[in-house]
Nanobody, 128 residues
Framework: QVQLIESGGGLMQAGGSLRLSCAAS????????MGWFRQAPGKEREFVAA????????YYADSVKGRFTISRDNAKNTVYLQMNSLKPEGMAVYYC?????????????????????WGQGTQVAVSS
């Protein structure tokens, strides 16, 4: 069992930066790939980024490549999402998720059904 709690959301002007955190509890955190997804009002939840258990590989949606960085600290059971150059279309609820133990590579890690545990989300608002 993994419990996830996101934090760090808020209101930011376009072009600004924000760092989201996801604190995890549970013994399997350090062995799981972790991901961030987001859901904008009226839209489906979409993949943002993922990082493998040892941070050996990272994956990003095309829309955030070069602007967002996912990282993790297994000693602190925490995964982060550094968001730079925020755009108004980035306004959404951001969710942290823990992948299934067997999920590997792309595009599996960009697929919601391959994630077993989800946080409650943190709201990010971007003003233009």
């Amino acid at each position: 069992q993994v419990q996830l709690i996101e934090s760090g959301g808020g209101l930011m002007q376009a072009g600004g930066s924000l760092r989201l955190s996801c604190a995890a509890s549970g013994r399997t955190f350090s062995s799981r790939t972790m991901g961030w997804f987001r859901q904008a009002p009226g839209k489906e939840r979409e993949f943002v980024a993922a990082i493998t258990w040892n941070a050996g590989s990272t994956y990003y949606a095309d829309s955030v490549k070069g602007r967002f960085t996912i990282s993790r600290d297994n000693a602190k059971n925490t995964v982060y999402l550094q968001m730079n150059s925020l755009k108004p279309e980035g306004m959404a609820v951001y969710y942290c998720a823990a992948a299934s133990a067997w999920a590997r590579g792309w595009p599996a890690l960009a697929t919601m059904r391959n994630y077993d545990y989800w946080g409650q989300g943190t709201q990010v608002a971007v003003s233009s």
